[in-house]
């Protein structure tokens, strides 16, 4: 059950990796209580489940720790250098996004990009709710946000966020609505 939930959080390659370790421990230790029970059904299946283990552990600890790893230095060294600031195309999912005051609106969920030129078309912004549970998802044009390192800052005033449609869970637009920038 530990390990099913640090897999399932999806915290990061460690967390999720280290999952991986307690499954394999356990898998292993099913395939013993198979080995010595001459019980062939459940000898198997942990096989094959401890080398699907150690796939995960590879995957997570291994190769995805190195990128995620890769991209925190470029991160640290852009920050010191003098050349413009870096943060991760992935780290923007969750980063926390503040109204044009500083205050709290809640969390970006996803950025969309455009294929053909590689610039963000709208941020879907999440607020309210627990746990994803009664949310409101709302599409922010790219001009309306000020991507920093740690957070996204939006232009709109708060009147006009929440005028912003909800988006509905899984149909989400080709394209955000232009809002006029309010700074």
């Known amino acids: 059950m530990i390990a099913a939930m640090m897999t399932a959080a ?5 967390l999720t990796g280290w999952g991986f370790v307690v499954f394999t421990i356990g ?12 019980q062939a059904n459940l000898l198997a299946s942990n096989a094959f489940l401890t080398l699907v283990n150690l796939v ?11 990128y995620e790893d890769g991209a925190e230095t470029a991160k640290a060294k852009s920050h010191k250098a003098s050349v413009p600031s870096l943060f991760t195309a992935t780290g923007v999912a969750g980063m926390a ?4 005051k500083g205050k709290p609106l809640g ?14 078309s709208y941020v879907v912004v999440a607020t309210g709710g627990v746990a994803g549970i ?24 708060p009147t006009a966020f929440e005028a912003l449609p909800a988006l509905d ?12 920038v309010t700074a």
Do not use: H, M, Y
Not at 27 to 38: D, E, F, M, N, Q
Not at 56 to 66: C, D, E, K, V
Not at 97 to 100: G, H, I, L, N
Not at 169 to 180: H, K
């Open 10 to 14: 999806n915290l990061g390659a460690r």
């Open 27 to 38: 898998s292993v230790c099913w395939v013993a209580i198979g080995l010595s029970s001459g």
């Open 56 to 66: 995960g552990i590879w995957r997570w600890l291994g190769r995805q720790a190195t």
């Open 97 to 100: 996004v503040v109204d044009a």
């Open 107 to 120: 969390r970006a969920v996803e950025a969309l990009v455009e294929c053909r030129s590689g610039t963000v």
């Open 134 to 157: 009664r949310e409101a998802l709302r599409a922010v044009p790219r001009e309306a946000v000020d991507f920093g390192c740690d957070k996204l800052a939006l232009t709109l005033s």
């Open 169 to 180: 869970g899984g149909d989400w637009p080709a394209a955000a609505v232009p809002q006029p």
